[in-house]
């Protein structure tokens, strides 16, 4: 195989700073059309602030007969996910000391700062004020902070963009020290900045701080991200069965690290091909990486089974509504059956390498991501829809995104890339330390492969 | 006193003991219990209560301590027969630097403990009274305040004061088997708020339920309850509990749309304002000043103002909270604070919806202060329960309004079946239904509504639907051809 030749040579210094030296017609072409969807979507963002929320499908649940929160909210929930798996599994790579994961740590932490964004863009998408998002929660933050799930959510977002950021701006300092020489000259006030104060004493000091940085994230994952706060968004409200309940947490965390797996194969996928990172991310890794998202998968479906059978056999009457209603959804069962399908490959090729191949993983990742984002906007909707108060069962609602609300996807996925390609070519997206220790690595690799 | 009383003139808190009332920053209730905790000691109250407010501007760093050791020194003397603090002989054995960054109270304990001539016993005595005087504990400085549950007034608090400390409890007894569905309520109160199309505060489901064919109402206003999930989960405390009765309202200028408040009520209550509303504002009657402007006022010169615009819009904080909402923010049932606060032609302790129910003769509807043992709603179901008693007079129901006197019957206690809605989820809803709860199974019947709410017309000419969903959609298509309603439904 062509591979085993790709994969005997050497990672060198030279092969993580080429996106940031060559860039080809490609790269500009893929500029121009992510922009051009970023722009589009701008357009319907400021059609939406324009006109008001009413240019969205969402309406009042209740005598209203519609859900008041919907694609956008379900959205949110996907970023923070994919955002907050990024960086858990690029601390846990630090922390467990997973060198065969290297190269894919700080692309982890590029995700979390670019899906954290897109995230926090959504939140405010989906106000009806969003100028006020500032005076308005900074006025009573020091009372709301104690009583409302969504104040906690602010704070979360802020708190986990700082130190992914900090994560990020340390051990880019070793990096780009090292690697300055062979930087382009045009760049150079940036890593001016980055260097403030650099000096080569530091870098034990820096490795400790990212190495506790990188524990506080792990221990404060299922506490306060999406194994704690933004879950309790919705287990928190009593009203709505099809939310309410413990289960949400380990679910959500589970959503969370599979969408992020699903997105790191993507993006190692896609920039092997991009940039000859076959000796990088080899198929060794890929493969890896690809029976990490089947074992967060199996979680994922696991936890869905759980609160299926809790809601069907001998059920209060609201969580049985809800429950029946979600598994009689053509669009759930699809996610599901999506579910199935990746598992079923990511377990053959476990068993029998033979089935591996990267491009059945790509699919398989990009099929997992679609589930995910289906499974959390329905979360959103079916929540709303089958309330605690059964009355409102007549009232005819339906939900079904407006064309303003599903270009909201396209744009964020469009604008998250762009940064993405970008920061690409500014900094090397792999670390340093990832290819100067090949050689000490290699063997071990191979055994823990 | 509440902290949503006292004056509200600037956008930054009063310092508490400027204002009139009290110079306690935790307010006159505090104050009095103070003092008449004084009264019980043989010491003076009054001056005690001079020397506590001058002890709070002594805080606050406008009196030195030297000066109000000197204003109080001959009155310490005539009161407890010596002044054991450090303004008279051994003034120089105190450190004054080292004085102003303790707190008083330390600084007088370093002294007296070092002054062998008084026993322990003695001084901690005077010492025990001194501390109540100057209000000092972990109330004394302006700042503690803010770590308590006290909220400055440009921040509304999540919660009704406690029963002695607020004017009234807002609620409603709705007598269900009066209604006959004829939907008056409904206009009553779109006719009051200038509400958009489908926005229904008022909404009356005609439902059945499981296996029985009789018709059912369930009039459905704005539960406003005391621990309401709704101003609990908002971020920026624009939902919030007036804490003076207990009203349930939003502040349109501090909602940032985020909706979480629909979310977390589980009664459905909430409308939000997706697009323009339906009434423009210049047709709502109100105080034509800008919002800061109204508050800045001070709250006589309010009142006035208010009242003689006969204002619909501004409650007497000066806060936006009545009437329907602007684009982009929540709205609900408000129980009308226009009126509660007095400044409409309209009486206090009525609703629109009431007076509406009333006049179209079913008085189902009975809208007051459930703290107060006389109101109508409390008298209402006192009463209802005494007819509900008697089987004599149960037959003859209202018929005759002079049969109400006849005596009730022995029975041991009342039957009236009366209930308040999903009461297990903690939100101590402030809405007493007399009749039968609908059961789990129940079904709302729109076919057999008495009346249409597409039937309803109003002052407003504003269009009547009771799914505003349709309309919404219409609206986002009339808004934008691009974006089509898809019609299938998920559910």
Redesign the interface.
């Known amino acids: 195989m062509a591979t085993k030749d790709a994969e005997a040579k050497e990672p060198e210094p030279a092969d993580i700073i080429r996106p940031i030296l060559n860039t080809s017609m490609k790269w500009y072409a893929a500029i121009g059309i992510l922009s051009a969807v970023a722009l589009a979507w701008l357009a319907a963002f400021g ?1 939406q602030l324009q ?16 859900v ?2 919907g694609l956008y909210i379900g959205a949110f929930i996907w970023w923070v996910g994919i955002a907050h798996g990024g960086i858990i599994l690029s601390a846990a790579v630090r922390l467990f000391g997973m060198t065969k994961y290297q190269p894919v740590a700080r692309m982890a932490e590029l995700l979390t700062l670019t899906a954290l964004s897109m995230s926090g863009l959504y939140i405010v998408v ?5 100028d ?2 500032v005076t ?2 900074v ?2 933050y ?3 902070v104690q ?5 906690w959510d ?1 704070t979360v977002i802020t708190l986990y963009f700082v130190m992914t950021a900090t994560y990020i701006a340390l051990t880019l300092r070793y990096d780009t020290y090292q690697l300055r020489d062979r930087l382009p000259d045009i760049l150079d006030p940036l890593y001016r900045v980055v260097l403030i104060g650099y000096s080569e004493k530091e870098d034990e000091v820096i490795e400790r701080m990212a190495w506790w940085l990188a524990l506080g994230i792990i221990v404060m994952a299922p506490l306060l991200l999406h194994g704690g706060v933004i879950p309790w968004l919705f287990s928190l ?4 069965p099809g939310w309410d309940g413990a289960i949400q947490g380990p679910q959500f965390l589970s959503i969370a690290l599979t969408s992020a797996l699903a997105g790191l194969i993507v993006i190692s996928y896609t920039t092997r091909i991009a940039y000859d990172w076959e000796h990088i991310f080899t198929d060794s890794v890929i493969r890896g990486l690809t029976n990490w998202l089947g074992i967060f998968s199996l979680m994922f479906v696991w936890l869905q089974l759980q609160q299926i059978i809790n809601g069907l056999f001998a059920a209060h ?2 969580p049985e509504v809800v429950m029946t ?1 979600k598994l009689s ?1 053509t ?1 759930y069962q699809m996610a599901m059956v999506t579910m199935f399908l990746a598992l079923a490959y990511i377990f053959a090729q476990a068993v029998k390498p033979s089935v591996f191949s990267r491009h059945l993983s790509l699919v398989a990742a990009l099929g997992v991501l679609v589930a995910t984002l289906s499974e959390k906007i329905l979360f959103v ?1 079916e929540g ?2 089958y ?14 995104p ?3 609300e599903l270009s909201s996807v396209a744009g964020t996925v469009a604008l998250c890339t762009l940064m993405y390609m970008v920061i690409m070519k500014l900094f090397p997206i792999i670390e340093l330390h990832s290819v100067e220790d090949h050689d000490d690595d290699h063997d071990n690799e191979e055994v823990s492969a | 006193m509440s902290a949503d009383d006292a004056k509200d003139t600037n956008e930054e808190p009063t310092h508490p003991y400027e204002t009139e009332d009290s110079f306690h920053p935790l307010g006159a209730e505090w104050e009095e219990n103070m003092r008449s905790e004084l009264e019980d000691t043989e010491f003076d109250a009054d001056l005690g209560m001079e020397m506590a407010r001058d002890a709070q501007r002594l805080v606050a760093g406008e009196l030195s301590e030297e000066e109000f050791y000197a204003e109080y020194h001959e009155d310490m003397e005539d009161e407890f027969d010596v002044d054991e603090r450090p303004v008279f002989d051994d003034i120089d054995d105190v450190d004054l630097d080292k004085a102003e960054d303790e707190s008083m109270f330390e600084a007088l304990t370093d002294v007296d403990i070092e002054n062998e001539d008084v026993s322990r016993r003695e001084m901690m005595k005077k010492m025990g009274a001194g501390a109540a005087f100057l209000g000092y504990g972990a109330y004394a400085t302006y700042d503690s305040q803010k770590e308590q549950e006290e909220v400055p007034q440009q921040v509304s608090g999540i919660r009704p004061a406690e029963e002695d400390g607020r004017e009234h409890r807002w609620g409603m007894v709705i007598d269900l088997e009066r209604c006959d569905g004829c939907l008056s309520c409904v206009t009553g109160c779109i006719n009051e708020n200038g509400t958009s199309t489908g926005a229904n505060w008022m909404y009356v489901f005609t439902y059945d339920n499981h296996d029985t064919e009789q018709q059912n109402f369930l009039v459905r206003p704005c539960q406003h309850c005391s621990n309401a999930p709704c101003a609990k989960v908002c971020p920026v405390r624009a939902r919030h509990v007036r804490s003076k009765d207990g009203l349930v309202l939003t502040d349109y200028e501090i909602c940032i749309g985020c909706r979480y408040c629909q979310v977390a009520c589980p009664y459905g209550v909430n409308y939000f304002q997706w697009g323009e509303p339906d009434v423009p504002m210049e047709e709502l009657e109100h105080l034509d000043m800008r919002p800061e402007d109204v508050r800045s006022l001070d709250e006589d010169e309010r009142h006035t103002k208010l009242s003689e615009a006969n204002d619909h819009v501004y409650d007497d904080r000066g806060r936006w909270t009545d009437s329907r909402p602007p684009k982009g923010v929540m709205g609900k049932c408000t129980m009308c604070p226009s009126r509660q606060d007095e400044h409409t032609d309209n009486e206090k302790g009525t609703v629109a919806c009431m007076d509406a129910c009333d006049e179209a003769g079913m008085s189902a509807i009975h809208f007051g202060d459930l703290d107060d043992e006389e109101s109508r709603p409390n008298t209402y179901l006192e009463r209802r329960k005494e007819i509900e008693e008697s089987p004599k007079e149960k037959n003859k129901k209202f018929e005759d309004p002079e049969e109400y006197e006849q005596p009730p019957a022995p029975h041991p206690k009342s039957q009236l079946s009366t209930f308040r809605l999903l009461e297990d989820l903690n939100t101590q809803p402030n809405i007493t239904y007399i009749g039968n709860e609908p059961g789990p199974h129940a079904s709302e019947t729109p076919e057999e509504r008495p009346v249409h709410y597409e039937a309803l017309s109003n002052d407003w000419g504003v269009n009547v639907v009771a799914e505003r969903k349709e309309h919404l959609d219409y609206g986002a298509r009339a808004n934008d051809d691009n974006t089509p309603g898809e019609e299938e439904g998920e559910a």
């Open positions: 059609f006109e008001g929320l009413i240019v969205t499908n969402l309406a009042d649940w209740g005598s209203g007969g519609g008041t929160w989906h106000m009806g004020r969003p006020r998002l308005s929660v006025n009573a020091p009372w709301t009583s409302s799930p969504l104040a602010v409200i009593p009203s709505m009457v609201r209603a959804n669009i909707f709303l829809a309330p605690e108060f059964g009355l409102y069962d007549q009232v005819p609602g339906h939900y079904s407006s064309l303003v």
